[in-house]
């Protein structure tokens, strides 16, 4: 009974465990490397793409003569012989990987050789044909075909697609047996993702963020282009950076500077850009019937000061050339007058502020597509003194990344609509058999149509009025609000125009 208990055991119990052995002594697999999907613009201009490269690796128990093939192996693939030697007679491991990403020129060379125990597998080596163009957003793999940043890693378990391989017959040492039947599990190739980008569009916010260094002597220049009424990104910039087919491995406190996305992931504070949210909310409150908000006629003082809580609250502004007196919403909209937005802020309270501060998302991740965004620096309800509020209603004491401040801004003035921002428009197959796109996410209301209508109007008075007006384009509709701008940045909106004209 005990015999035939141990062989109930052995071939039931036993019996897979077993088999998974005989078959791992018995067969030698060849990986086949999947195709790292593509990367592409929103008309398809490949963006990221792969080159046919290999890997050449060894069995060391079907080698014959180290030697022989240490010298081989080193003249072609340009390593030492030492190296290669001590790789195949020193290591462990019953199967050494020589080099990977390897051109195919050598690998024709390594095949006029006939050496057991050599194999030769594909791998893929990601190339960007446009060097350096979005590098803080396409981001880089690892040597072995993993996302490491940017959207090479967000997307990474789509893009990356399931290894195959091949199982062969060897005897005990493996060596490949005559007539031994082979086993074929093929690659699934990784997803393409299709970008919200626009190439040309990103071209000219390349160009005119390297005009802007050259021309400013700037330690950095940073450009965000987004399309209002959905949220999808069509451009982005941030210099300096790097060639993605030249990653600076060597350096990771350089690679790890250059490969940030500033705009996403860190935060600072808007200044008079805000000023489009204070405005927001007083002409909101003011249409909903709040008798704590201005008129949009109303005439504020002309002091350059406010006195908060004993504080000196001032403008930027002297107003010693007279710009600053006699202002209504508008005047102080188009010369960036800070004491009317004190006093907006002061009359409205800092409950309602908050509102409209939460309503346009502000201290929190927008949700774009895309790993380690930051959510601002909002302070607590609770801590906010009246001075504190005066300063957050023209953009101080408040941290915002530069993302935030793009998808509030085009909340304001797309009818009051807050979508998220995103990077992928489509995630698909080489073959079509696969496809999910992804469409505009509206996230909430941040103001009535009435209210951003009214708001769109002053601000479009802004640029052809008022302190914008180096943007404003004869012919052409352009609203905005002045922080620090640069003149490249009109450039670029000119060169939009006419390609989308």
Known sequence: MSVLGRVFYVQVIWG????????????????????????????????????????????????????????????????????????????????????????????????????????????????????????SVLGFTSTDGKGQSGLELYYDKYLSGMNGEILYETDIVGVEV?????????????????????????????????????????????????????????????????????????????????????????????????????????????????????????IYSSSRYRYIDGQKVKCWNNHANGRHSALTLQGGLNNSCNPIFVDIACALGKETMYKYIDLFNYGKVTGVDFNGESQGMVLPITAVQNVDLARIAFGQTIAVTGLQLAAAT???????????????????SNDGAFSEKNEPEQKNRVISEKASKMLSEMLEKVVSEGSGKQAYIEGYRVAGKTGDILTTCVNLVKNLIKIHT
């Open 178 to 298: 005559d007539g031994g039947k082979a086993s074929y599990i093929p690659a699934t190739d990784g997803l393409n993702i299709k970008l919200t980008i626009d190439y040309e569009v990103q071209q000219l916010c390349e160009h005119a963020m390297e005009e802007a260094m050259e021309i400013h002597k700037a330690k950095s220049a940073q450009m965000l282009v987004i399309d209002p009424s959905t949220g999808a990104i069509k451009g982005i910039s941030i210099k300096p950076s790097y060639d993605l087919n030249e990653i600076p491995r060597d350096d990771l406190a350089a690679l790890n500077a250059l490969s940030r996305n500033n705009l996403f992931c860190d935060v600072y504070e808007p200044g008079s850009t805000f000023k489009v949210l204070t405005a927001a909310a007083n002409i909101e409150e003011y249409l909903q019937g709040n008798k704590n908000a201005y008129s949009p006629q109303h």
């Open 410 to 428: 085009s909340a304001a003035i797309n009818g009051g609509i807050y979508y998220t921002p995103y990077l992928v428009s489509e995630i698909y």
């Open 16 to 135: 897979e465990e077993l088999q998974k052995k005989a078959i791992d002594q018995w067969t030698r697999e060849i990986p086949i490397i999947a195709a790292r999907g593509k990367i592409v613009d929103e008309n398809g201009v490949v963006l990221a793409d792969n080159d046919d490269t290999y890997t050449v690796f060894v069995r060391k128990k079907a080698v014959g003569d180290f030697d022989k093939l240490s010298s081989v192996l080193s003249n072609i693939l340009g390593l030492s012989y030492e190296y290669v030697y001590n790789r195949l007679t020193k290591t462990t491991s019953s199967e050494v990987t020589i080099k990977k990403q390897v051109p195919k020129e050598q690998i024709s060379q390594l095949l006029t050789y006939e050496f057991n125990g050599l194999y030769v597998s594909r791998d893929n080596s990601r190339t960007y044909p446009y060097n350096e163009f979005l590098t």
